[in-house]
């Protein structure tokens, strides 16, 4: 075999590699998992398939699906995704689209008291991992994809308060009493702003922290309450963690935040300081103009290029997920 037919079958199995169900395109559709402490909850589902996408409009974003197209593939990783403050499920919509076109189902719930519909428990931090292990029960356990996926191969993304989720359910434990000192010193931080509102829960110091073991591996971007893990409620996250953050950070500003989670997370881990990055340009960019007050959500800073940064950014998500739970072992840790 010629060295140009030997690189040519490495490349073949390097592709095959990233992408498990080979699929070229992403499919879409929108499920209502019940509850039985309330009404079912909204989640976007996206997964690969073999059918012609088409763009579809998602609130002021977009993605490029087959909608209710047949999924390709059988034992695909699971990723669950946890949204921001007031967010909702289709935030991440482009990413979660380039997951799926690498070979993962993506599960996005939209968190009950904590949506652009709903904040009556936007501060009631413990509700979020409870929901989003309890999204992985039912997506493995219950929904009408549970035969296409492999238990065994779960990770959890998150932007904002959905990255303090992520980290809370894959095993940190935080400390909530620390918040009212820190938003003493600090009262412009937005999550201080917030709980200044709209005060913690009664039940906000004792609720206990629902932790998954069945998530192996965590992307974190720009987590919330980063501060509120303390020195050691890091220690309990054993899987590999992928942490972002923003350097312009004008919601979660300072070292409070990624950079206190980066100082104190015990294990090594992967991560990635953005340059001239806001909070928000981690979400999806935005494809028709925001309306009512949604303009921040949009809004890069001058010279920043959102879409550009989201090539880089959904690219090296799907290999930080690909190398932990496709091709384990593989992945690069920094500290």
Known sequence: MSLRALFAAASLAVAALASPALADNAGFMVLKQPRAEGPPLE??????????????????????????????????????????????????????????????????????????????????????????????GWMLEASPLKAKLDPAKVGAFGFSSGGFTVLAAAGGKPDLSLVPAHC?????????????????????????????????????????????????????????VQLWKAADDEILPGDAYAEFVHRNLKRRHDYRVVKGARHFDFLTPCQTAPVGGTQMLCASAPGFDRKAFHQTFNTEVVRFFTHQLVAPNKATATR
């Not at 695909?76 to 990413?95: E, K, Q």
């Not at 919330?224 to 309990?236: S, Y």
Request: hydrophobic share 45%; with cysteine; charged share 15%.
């Open 43 to 136: 989640v976007g589902i996206w997964y690969p398939t073999k059918t012609t996408p088409a763009f579809m409009p998602l609130g002021s974003w977009g993605h490029t699906v087959a909608a209710g197209a047949p999924v390709a593939g059988e034992a695909l990783p699971l990723i669950v995704m946890s949204h921001g403050n007031g967010g909702f499920f289709g935030g991440h919509a482009d990413t979660a689209q380039a997951l799926a076109e690498a070979g993962f189902v993506v599960a996005a719930l939209t968190h009950p008291g904590d949506n652009y519909k709903d904040q009556s428990r936007a501060t009631a931090m413990a509700d979020r991992p409870a929901a989003l292990s309890a999204l992985i």
């Open 184 to 240: 003493q010193a600090h009262p412009n931080d937005y999550a201080c702003k917030l709980t200044a509102g709209r005060p913690l829960p009664a039940d906000a110091l004792t609720a206990p922290w629902v932790h998954d073991a069945r998530i192996k591996a965590v992307v974190s971007a720009a987590p919330a309450l980063g501060f509120a893990f303390g020195k050691d409620g890091l220690k309990g996250i054993t899987a590999p």
